[in-house]
């Protein structure tokens, strides 16, 4: 198995949340952009899966901004994948 | 035995939400030695969703005491609901207020310094009478609040964490008691098995039955599942609690505000189509009767979307400025979720699937309890169940908003009361049966053989149960539908028997997980619309268009399905713990 299949799949399971919306804000990012993604996005992404899940529904859903550009262009990205995702996970 | 890491325990706890981790608190602190296994990281654990807040008769706000939140319990269950068990949650609810305070709990406080409390619906005072305000809540975020602050006090206790390990079954010796679980880790595969004294169940509900439903990937019966196979029935899982404006597809909620504030449901026609339903209430009416007018216009063809599976919400005739004001949230959620500004487009809407009100049953001390001989309740030994995967059942045919979070912590820390007692008793782990060993591993390793089926994948036969479960056994439900969907259910069943996952990797091999966790779901949903299908009545959630009444006579019992045995059924304890039983009496507000 190849190392970014691992990645990946660890990814994908951090995206597993206590919140539905968290899940399918995470889950639709990740398999839309997981083999395009640069180092520096894969490890941004990484680093918010550690948030907690209160503060990730917050920024996500617009209620609170990081002071972190970079958070907040990740933020960006995944709320624009969700919106022109109309698949069900 | 086969050659698997083995870890002893006093007692082992399955799940990481508020109900498992509040009995791991109880047991660390009284110095038993505490395993808690959970698939996800414990504060990624569902609990962190339950926004509205706790129960509690604290009398901050208006009067209250614990008789009248017992008597509205009662009344909100249907008369389903055990009048002992409700009597003791709802006594013991304040002081699991003040516990959470003391761990930590940052309850939102008026100006003289007590806890806040906001009214919900069901609550009265005086039995039946004026509105109460019972409700404790953290602002918006209390079961953030709670899991965070029940996982710190755990890591302070010194509480074992197994994260991300999968609980695959239960194990016992060949008397029957159950002696812990086979778990494997998620990160590399391996097994490892738990010895422990005593066994909690604490695994939440089971929401990802249903296609459309406001609960996390997670929350797939695996508690229940497990139980079934272990020879445990399920009770009251005809029971599920829904919400009539689910975003379609999607299944987060759009709170009844939004009708509140003037918005109307239409059908593909364009149509009112709630005039028709509630002529009085119109959009307005009761949860049941909105959620079942939507699935009638689908069914009959006036859905809309191209696959016509849903109707809309309008709210755009509100103007922008009026939902900016007074429906933010909404709004925010519609455009991230469906890139559709309510102030210029109507919303897809669908019931969507909310909170188990069944599960496995079990006693006020959270034990599991089945029938034996003549006996209906007989302790399972070594086995407890408590919070939304247990049916203890103080919630009987109905939830109260703000019972669920109340329900996981009283009995959560009753069960852990009730296993110290047990672990005095039983000092010495006990000698496991190699059959029940063998049978769990079998179960694991199918999915890891070349070839481990050669039928359909584990994904599609999962989408196809939760639409087989959304359209038979949501909220329209008659004979015909029913027993169409017994059908369905049980050949995906079958099928499930020769489903393939094609991952055989050891390293995060989620697809394993996935079928694993499906296989909890089938058992569930077999439980499900069979007692469904088997209830002749209507009775809180469970609503017959072909039986319409509650009937009190023939079916004011509670259901038991087991795997192989059907559906049996056992009677409501209607008699409380120290005060007069209430009487059913029609329910309305």
């Known amino acids: ?89 | 035995m086969p050659d698997i890491p083995i870890r002893q325990f006093d007692s082992l706890i399955i799940g990481a939400g508020g109900g498992g981790l509040r009995a791991a608190l109880h047991l660390s602190s009284a110095d038993a030695s505490v395993a808690v296994v959970s698939k996800v990281f414990p504060t990624r654990s569902h609990t962190v969703a339950a926004q509205g807040g706790m129960n509690a008769a604290l009398a901050n706000v208006l009067p209250d005491n614990w008789h009248w939140h017992m008597f509205d319990t009662v009344k909100g269950s249907d008369y389903l609901g055990d009048q002992d068990a409700i009597e003791y949650m709802c006594r013991a609810a304040p002081r699991a207020v003040y516990e959470l305070e003391h761990f930590g709990v940052p309850f939102s406080r008026m100006d003289n310094g007590t806890i806040y409390q906001r009214p919900f619906g069901g609550q009265s005072q005086n039995f039946g009478g004026d509105q109460a305000a019972r409700t404790c809540a953290a602002a918006d975020r209390t079961g953030h609040a709670i899991l965070h602050s029940l996982y710190q006090q755990n890591i302070r206790a010194k509480t074992h964490f197994f994260d991300e390990y999968f609980a695959v079954d239960l194990l016992k010796d060949e008397q029957g008691c159950v002696l812990g679980a086979l778990a494997f880790n998620i990160h590399n595969g391996e097994p490892v098995i738990i010895e422990a004294k005593t066994t909690l169940l604490a695994t939440g509900g089971a929401g990802q039955l249903f296609r459309t439903t406001t609960n996390a990937l997670i929350n797939t019966g695996d508690g229940m599942g497990m139980a079934l196979r272990a020879g445990v029935p399920l009770q009251d899982m005809e029971f599920f609690q829904f919400h009539p404006t689910g975003i379609a597809g999607r299944g987060m909620l759009i709170t009844e505000g939004a009708r509140g504030e003037g918005g109307y449901l239409v059908n593909a026609d364009g149509e009112r189509l709630m005039e028709r339903y509630a002529p009085k209430a119109k959009d307005l009416a009761s949860r049941d009767v909105v959620s079942r007018a939507i699935a009638t216009e689908v069914r009959e063809g006036r859905g809309c979307g191209p696959n016509k599976d849903h109707v809309m919400l309008k709210l755009d005739h509100l103007g922008e400025a009026v939902i900016q004001k007074r429906l933010p949230g909404i709004r925010q959620t519609c455009i991230t979720f469906l890139g559709i500004d309510p102030a210029e487009a109507p919303v897809p809407v669908f019931p969507t699937a909310h909170y188990t009100m069944g599960g496995i049953p079990t006693n006020r001390q959270g034990q599991v309890v089945i029938p034996v001989k003549d006996t209906p309740e007989e302790p399972v030994p070594g086995l407890y169940a408590a919070g939304e995967c247990a049916c203890v059942s103080v919630h009987g045919a109905n939830r109260l908003g703000g019972n669920s979070l109340l329900d996981i912590l009283v009995f959560g820390r009753a069960a852990a009361g009730h296993i110290i007692d047990y672990l005095a008793e039983n000092r010495y782990h006990r000698k496991m049966d190699s059959n029940s060993l063998e049978s769990a591993l079998n179960r694991m390793q199918r999915w890891d053989r070349t070839g481990n089926g050669d039928g359909e994948s584990v994904s599609v036969l999962r989408d196809e149960l939760k639409a087989v479960m959304e359209n038979h056994c949501s909220v329209f439900r008659n004979e015909e539908v029913l027993s169409e969907g017994v059908n369905k259910v049980e050949q995906i069943a079958e099928r499930f028997k020769h489903a393939r996952i094609d991952d055989r990797s050891s390293v995060f091999n989620t697809a394993r997980v996935e079928a694993l966790e499906l296989e909890n779901l089938v058992g569930v949903a077999l439980a499900t619309i069979h007692s469904a299908y088997a209830r002749q009545e209507s009775r809180g959630a469970h609503s017959r268009i072909d039986y319409t009444e509650r009937d009190d006579i023939n079916w004011m019992r509670h259901s038991l399905y087991s795997l192989g045995g059907g559906v049996d059924y056992k009677p409501v304890r209607t008699k409380p713990i120290s005060v007069d039983s209430f009487p059913p009496k029609a329910r309305v507000y």
């Open chain 1, 1 to 89: 198995m190849s190392a970014q299949i691992t990645e990946y799949s660890e990814l994908k399971w951090r995206c597993r949340r206590g919140m539905l919306e968290l899940d399918i804000l995470l889950n639709s990012y990740l398999d839309k952009n997981y083999n395009t993604m640069s180092q520096q996005q894969g490890d941004i992404f990484s680093e918010v899966l550690d948030y907690p899940d209160q503060v990730l529904f917050d920024l996500l859903l617009g209620n609170m901004q990081s002071s972190d550009a970079r958070v907040s262009r990740l933020v960006s990205e995944i709320q624009r994948t969700s919106c022109n995702d109309q698949d069900q996970i």
